[in-house]
Structure formats: C-alpha cells, structure tokens
C-alpha cells in the first residue's frame, strides 16, 4: 500500500489547529505535485491537513444559510482532542484566544512527515500525520503497514478516545480494520468521550444547547443537524430532517455486509429522539 511520505514542520501561531486538523509545511513543496489531485498551499507551501479516518468534536463549526451562527460540540472532548494532538506532535504551553486561534507555543514549530495519497475537495490534504523525523527518503512512496499505523497521531488519538472513527473508500480495508479494532477497545473501556457518547443509544433533542453543550454525538451527525438547523426557520423541529439528510447525497457502504446507501438510511427519528442504527466504525463513506 503505498502512501508518498513528505518531510517538514508543523506549525499552530496565528491558526485554529482541532483534533483532526493542523498546518503543516513542507521541507519541499514541490512534493505536493506527486499527489494526483491538487492541494491548497499558502504562500510559504503550507497546507492544512485533513488527519485521514478521524473525526474530533467542532470547537467552532459555521453552517451554510439562516443566521445559527458559530458552533461548537461539547468542549471538554472538543478541547482535549486538540490539545493531546499538539502534544504528541511536541508543542507545549500553547496559548489561544477566544477564538481558538493559538497567539504562542514553546516551540513555534516542530518537525514531522505525514504520508498521504491525494487532496480532499477543499484542497486539504488527507494524511496519517508522525512527530520526529522519518528513516525514509523525503517524497518517496513507502509501504504503509499496521506497524508505521500506530505510530500515527491518528492512531494515537483513536486508542485515546478523544476522536471518532470516520472512514471514506479510499482507505486501505486492513488499515480501517486496525483503527476498528482500537475503537472497539476504546469504547470497551469507556475511553475519552465513549464514557458519554450517545450516537447510537439516541437522545432527545430540544434546543441547540442539546448537542453544543451536552449531548456527545459523531460530529458529522453533529454537522448535518446544524446545517438542518440554519435553514430551519429558528424551529427545533426534526420533522424534515430525514428528508434534508436524503437531499444531501451523503453516499456510504455499510460494513461488513457491503450494503450502499446513503447517510439518512443509518439515523433514526423519532420525534424529537435521534440516533444513528449502525456503529461509526462499520460505515464506509463515498467522498465527494
């Protein structure tokens, strides 16, 4: 399975890196060409990543349409997920403002290589992120196998519980059976946010408060009641949220029995009660 490996620095000041999402810069650019779909770099090469198979509570999420404004899930998980991802990639003291943007850290910039294969729909650049220095050559393709896995940020944060699993179809199935089996032991023992995650028990939901202060849920769950919610006339009614997930066009396959459907297929409503019928790790999403 091979994935090109890049060499560089990841870098915070003056950004709002999360759970899943960090800046980083490149020792060559010119690697980015090696990808076969093109990423979004600043002037200086940097590229926001997409930590590939995660998904970390929003800490400040802004729907499309109405007027719902800024977002965040819970902030305790939200919180935690970013601030164990700066740790194990080596920042310390990091400091933010009131609007996640970090204004210091000791030190400014640590290094690190990511290996990746292609760039999302926003130009972000779908990685398995690594602290330190690699034994392989810069920009080469190397075999990505379950030992270079765990040794991932992204493994990382999965064994810890403070990410969800969230996988699309082109990642490598016994790479997603590994990240499914530390979830599974992640939840066993009640790990991070598995101690009050209520994707799949269900809850009631009343007001926005529901899900941005109480109530842990995937955060695509999460996003897609917020996009419901902004167009939804200030109304907490989720009698046409079903029919809102259908015309979104959110394909997946169901594992293991290979069913595709679409994402309104896996949530159930009930009035005001929500849940999701099929655990997050035995979901395979089609990306856009």
Do not use: C
Not at 197 to 206: A, I, Q, R, S, Y
């Amino acid at each position: 399975m091979p994935m090109t490996l890049i060499e560089g620095n990841f870098r915070i000041l003056k950004a709002a890196p999360d759970g899943d999402s960090i800046r980083f810069y490149p020792h060559n650019p010119e690697n980015w060409k090696k990808l076969p779909t093109k990423v979004s770099t600043n002037r200086a090469g940097g590229v926001q990543l997409r930590l590939d198979s995660i998904d970390a509570l929003e800490t400040h999420f802004h729907p499309k349409g109405g007027s719902i404004g800024t977002q965040h899930q819970p902030l305790k998980f939200a919180h935690s997920a970013g601030e164990e991802l700066l740790k194990f990639l080596g920042f310390k003291k990091v400091v933010r403002n009131d609007n996640e943007v970090v204004i210091s850290s000791e030190p400014e910039q640590v290094p690190g290589f990511i290996l990746t294969r292609f760039a999302d729909q926003y130009g972000r650049s779908v990685a398995f992120a690594f602290k330190g220095d690699s034994s392989q050559e810069d920009g080469s393709d190397i075999h990505f196998d379950k030992s270079l896995l765990k040794k991932s940020a992204n493994y990382h944060l999965i064994s810890k519980g403070l990410v969800y699993p969230t996988f699309y179809s082109k990642l490598y199935p016994d790479i997603r059976k590994d990240l499914t089996a530390a979830t599974e032991k992640a939840r066993k023992e009640k790990k991070g946010l598995w101690e009050l995650d209520k994707t799949n028990t269900g809850f009631v939901f009343e007001n926005l408060e529901t899900i941005t202060e109480h109530v842990v849920i995937l955060p695509k769950l999460f996003r897609r009641l917020l996009g419901y919610l902004a167009i939804n006339d200030g109304s907490f009614s989720l009698e046409g949220f079903p029919e809102y997930l259908d015309s979104l066009d959110d394909k997946l396959v169901i594992i293991p029995d290979g069913h595709v459907t679409e994402f309104d297929y896996v949530v159930k409503v009930e009035g005001q009660s929500i849940k999701l019928t099929v655990e997050p790790e035995d979901l395979v999403f089609v990306e856009k």
